[in-house]
Structures are given as C-alpha cells and as structure tokens.
C-alpha cells in the first residue's frame, strides 16, 4: 500500500509496509517524513476526505482502508492546543467508468452542447480510431523532421521574437520544456473545476485533428487525466487571445508534467504529480513541438465561450416564458403578437418569440379569466418593453444561435503553429491561433442577452410602480411598513447598469506583445469571462422578474391564468412562497435563479409550445385592444 502525505505543501510518500500496523502508526509515519516537528506529544488523526469521518486510531490499516485511499491527517499540538491539518493521498480501488458515459472525442463534431456536458464530470471520453492515425501520422511526420534536422519554427528554433535563434538538435526536448514554464504566467483566481474539465477535453479535441505532432502516448494521459479528474490549477487572468491563450495552457500543460497544484474528487488540490501517481497517470513528457501544440490554440476563450453560450440560450428561452407572464398579469394585449405583423418583418427570431408570446397567452383551449376580465378596456396599446419583445428577445435569440454556430466550428479547427500537414508531409507556420473569430462573437453575445435584461428591469419597474398599474406599491400590502419589491428593482438596475459596462467589447482593444513580433492580438479571453459574467447578471435579473410577477398574481386571484403561466407559477412557489409581509429577498432570488439556470421554468411550459394555435385560429384567441378591429365578413369576400 502506497501512501501520499502533504503538509503545507510538502510532499512525502509512506509506503505502508510490516511496521505499519494501525492507523496510529500510519499518522506517526506520516507525521515524522514530513518533519512536523519532534514533539511526540501531539495528538494525530486520520479522516476520510470523501465524507470526514475519523478513523479510531487503534484501527488496522488493513481493516479500514482500501489500496491507494485518500485521507486527511490532523494534527492537534497538546502545548498549544492548536490543530492543523495534512492531506494523506491514496489511490480509491473504485473503477473511474463506473457509473459514467463514454464520449467519442474525434476533432471533427464537438458542439457547445457535448463540450457543456463533458464540465459535469459524468462523462469520460474516447478518442476515435480514426482520430487516433491521424494522431500517429502527424507524429511520425514531425519525428521525420526532426531526424533530418530540419529548421521549423518551434520545432528547432526559439519563439516568438527568437524565431531566428536555431536550438541545437540535443536541446528540442528543453526547449518545450522551458517553453512551458517560462509561459506559466497566469494570475488571478483559479478556474472553476467545470470549467478547467472543458479545457482539456477541447485541448484533447483539438489535438485529434492531427495538425499538431502530439505524441500518441501524451494524448492518451490526457484522456486518462480528464476520465480520472485530475485537473491542474488554472488562473483565470492572462491571456491576450492571440499566438493561442498562452498562459491558460502552459498552466494546463504544466500540471499534466506533474508539476504545480492539481484537484481530484478524492483529494480536493494538492501537489500534481502525486495526484497523478495516485490515480496511476503518468506526468506527460514533451518531446519537440509538443510544448507548442498543448498551448497555440483559442480553447480557453472557446470552453469559457461555451459556457457563456450554453447559459445564454437557457437563460433567453425562459425570459420569454417571463415576459409573457408580466404580460399576463399587467393585463397587456396579446395582439401585438399577432402573427401577420411578425411575417411582415420576418426575422427568424422575431417570429419565434411572437409564436411562444401567442401560445403561452392563450394556450389553444384554455382562455385565461385574467386576460377575459380586461378584454373591453380602453388601453391604446402597451410600452414597448410588453409590446416589443418579439423585436428585442428576437435578435437576442439570432445572436446567441450565431455565436452558436461560429463556437462549433472553432472548437473543431487546428489552432496550431506550425501545423503538421500530413498529406504534404510537412510544416507551415500561419495564424490559426488567433483567436479575433471566438472574440468578436462573445462580445455580441454579452450585447444581445444584456438586451434582455435591459427590458426585464424596466418591465420589473411597471410591476412595482403603481402609476403605471393596479397592484399595491412594490407589490405588498401595508406599504410603508413593508417594503416589499423595492430593493430587488434596485438590485436588477444595478446588474443592468454593470452589464452596460461590461458589454464594452473587449475585441476592439489590441496591444502588440512579443516586442512587435505578435503585434495584433484579440483580447478573447477577457471577452469570455465578461461574457459569463453578463449572463450570470440577466440571469438574477430575469429571477427579480419572475418573483414580481407571480406576487403580481396574487393581486388577481381569484382569476386564473393559462394552463402554461400557472405552471410556471407553481415552479416559483415550490421555492419562494407568496410576499405577504417583509423578509430578507436573497433566499428568493438565489432559489429561483438556481431554478432558472435548471431549466426548470422552460420544462414546465415545454409541453404547452408544442402545440402552437393556428394562424387561422389566431385572431379569436387574442385579447382585443382599441386600436385593432376583426371584420369577420372580410376574408369571404
């Protein structure tokens, strides 16, 4: 049984051999290869890190614990009563494809969707035979470059500014190492787990297309990382976009050498070549241009891409379905939906929200009592926050399919320079790396989803303010001694007023790097992270929004919706019950935007858009308002 112990950040390893007996004995060992100190006085314990349960020290090892299982060892010092705590590490006996899918990794068809799935940590991946020649084929290409000392650049010569500098043919291997290291600059936070595992299942994609010269057997431990979860730390900051994310990468790169901070599910972060060990990974080890081709590329502009992407189009579904709902208890009009006006401008988005906005209003069927009690009112026509979501929602919706669709191509394109042409048999050096396609298009998508935003806050105004309708003030009883709604409008102006700043596009700024040499760079990374950010902000504006509108509800009851908005309704009270008198507004507003990145709000109507009214049928379903009129006996003349 092997054993590895850390203790601020030193490592040891403790091979569980005949003195080892009992658990005791196995934290003393511990305790003195890491050089804790000689007090023998101090108390040691060892617990689970998977659920923190004790081990009783008097326990055998061979009784309690499994091959290879990971612990943690506290140490309590009996002088000052303080406690500090080590990490024990060995390798779970668990098989890691239990319980997992499989996904085939072939360089050619990841989308955003499968790229999103493989964050959640319930896939492992595969890489396809056919990717796997293609693999072996560039390989042997660049081996064939290699032994006929060839000049490449990045191969044999220096980078960036020391293009020129030819590298002696016994230094290439050092030369990929040095290059890793020295781009090792990253700072700031660390990416999230999610988001570290996108990163290196796309790095692996990437890789399969057989443009890059990586080793089969590198590519391999990748994907025995990526299916073991052994993950490196990543910080978040210092990529320019351009010669590929640099930084990010060599951060990448450099954990899968064994070196740095790296996170597993059973030890949580720790020093990365024991967790490679632990989970029987062997560290990668560069040979030529393998140091380029793990770090010329835009995959962590393209896996944050995804992310943002992927939430988006959650997060855009669903504020329609909200939209109609604020409609619905503003007591607006549904006919400014109608579907005549929509095919006269016939954006592809426009119409498909106008559609949801006719459906979920009067679900062919069932008329809403809310929507028959102001039939005959004498409103000239609603603001254009109700009025005009099918022209703003829509483009939003265009927008996020177009940045879609430029993602999926991106994270199935080479990336890399040089790259390895096999059917030629030889290297050119060129631009893929640059990464002006996957920033342009994140910095329209933050533009086109804060849209959404930007109306559901002016929507969440007219809910709250009641000169411009029938409820109470902020949407609760006693007014002045409760609050109600107040603060949450405030809430959703300010993130409103943040995404203002951060929709600034992050392209359109260029600082040249590399002394001239990389003179033009896309600023993608930055575009990523705002992007994320800017969704994750409409998000919680979109929640506000909701919880106003089913406490506007409440003011119209004992009337009843459409089936599809009383489904909605149902889904927020499972979580948030009805505002009756003042109470802290987080927990609501946390609740139900965890419901809405669920999907959970778009679940609960999906049912009621499959069956949208016909066209035909579509003028008698709608609400009247005076500025339109019905001449029945106009279509038989």
Known sequence: MKVFVGFNNNWVTVPCDDKINSINDLAETAYDMLGCGKDKSNKLFLSSTIDGTYYDVKNRVSDVLTDFQFLKLDVIESKKNEKNTAKVFIHPNSS??????????????????????????????????????????????????????????????????????????????????????????????????????????????????????????NIHRLVQAFNASCLPLIPEKGTVGASGDLAPLSHLAHGMMGNGMMWSPESGWADAKLVLEAHGVEPIVLGPKEGLAMINGTQFIC????????????????????????????????????????????????????????????????????????????????????????????????????????????????TDNPMVLCDREETISGGNFHGEYPAKVLDYLAIGIHEIAAMSERRIERLNNPALNTFPAFLVESGGLNSGYMIPHCTAAALVSENKCLCHPASVDSLSTSAGQEDHVSMGGYAARKAIKVVENVEYVIAIELLCACQAMEFHRPLTSTDALEAVYDVVRQVAPPYTKDRPHYKDMEAVAQLLRENKVWDAVKKHLENPPHTSANVEQLSSSPTSAHIPEYGQR
Not at 310 to 319: F, P
Not at 371 to 384: A, G, L
């Open 96 to 217: 890691l494809e239990n319980g997992k899918e499989t996904m085939i990794i072939d360089g050619e068809s990841m989308t955003t969707e499968q790229l999103w799935q493989l964050s959640t940590g319930n896939y492992n991946i595969k890489i396809s035979n056919c990717a796997l020649k293609k693999v072996k084929r560039s390989r042997d290409i660049l081996d064939e470059i290699v032994n006929t000392n060839r000049v490449v650049y990045g191969v044999s010569t220096g980078f960036g500014k020391f293009a020129n500098v030819v590298i002696p043919s016994d230094q290439l291997d050092l030369l990929q190492k040095n290059l890793i290291e020295s781009h090792c600059a990253g700072v700031g936070d660390a990416l999230t787990v999610d988001r570290t595992r996108m990163l290196l299942a796309l790095r692996i994609n990437v890789l399969c297309k057989g443009y890059s010269g990586i080793s089969p057997t």
């Open 303 to 414: 896996s944050l891409g995804t992310e943002a992407v992927e939430r988006a189009r959650t997060i855009a579904l669903q504020a329609d379905v909200v939209a109609a709902l604020t409609v619905e208890v503003l007591s607006g009009t549904s006919r400014a939906f109608d579907a005549a006006i929509h095919k006269a401008r016939p954006h592809c988005g426009q119409q498909e929200v106008a559609e949801r906005m006719r459906t979920l209003l009067q679900y062919h069927g069932n008329r809403s009592q809310i929507t028959e009690s102001h039939k005959n009112c004498n409103r000239v026509q609603d603001s254009y926050t109700l009025r005009c979501c099918p022209q703003v929602h829509g483009i939003a919706h265009d927008t996020i399919k177009f940045t879609k669709s430029t993602l999926d191509v991106e994270l199935n394109s080479a």
